[in-house]
Nanobody, 126 residues
Framework: QVQFVESGGDVVQSGGSLRLSCTAS????????IGWFRQAQGEEREPVGC???????SYANSVKGRFSISRDNVKNTVSLEMNSLKPEDTAVYYC????????????????????WGQGTQVTVSS
């Protein structure tokens, strides 16, 4: 079973930036849609964005213009670049896979994705 590993989470001040990474051993990330999700304490897991196998990214309205998803096929890594961070971005961030590609993040839920990693904590202080 594929297991994703997220990294890069940290504590950052409001307005700051972070770059998260998603990797998986023995699995080509460019063969599926890779989604980024987040879950704040006491809240449901919500979609942040995704990148399809053809390289096209798609973003939730809440992060559009601030977050960027990219993929490095050589390193087999998908990155989530987060800028202009706000306290409401505080959450555990996860990556996961969906065999449907291309896919837009609009209308998707966590139930559409699988092979979840353990997540990485992002805390934005005000």
């Amino acid at each position: 079973q594929v297991q994703f590993v997220e990294s890069g989470g940290d504590v950052v001040q409001s307005g700051g930036s972070l770059r998260l990474s998603c990797t998986a051993s023995g699995f080509a990330l460019d063969s599926v849609t890779i989604g980024w999700f987040r879950q704040a304490q006491g809240e449901e897991r919500e979609p942040v964005g995704c990148i399809s196998s053809d390289g096209r990214p798609s973003y939730a309205n809440s992060v559009k213009g601030r977050f960027s998803i990219s993929r490095d096929n050589v390193k087999n890594t998908v990155s989530l670049e987060m800028n202009s961070l706000k306290p409401e971005d505080t959450a555990v961030y996860y990556c996961a896979a969906d065999g449907i590609s291309p896919r837009a993040i609009t209308g998707t839920t966590a139930a559409d994705f699988g092979s979840w990693g353990q997540g990485t904590q992002v805390t934005v202080s005000s």
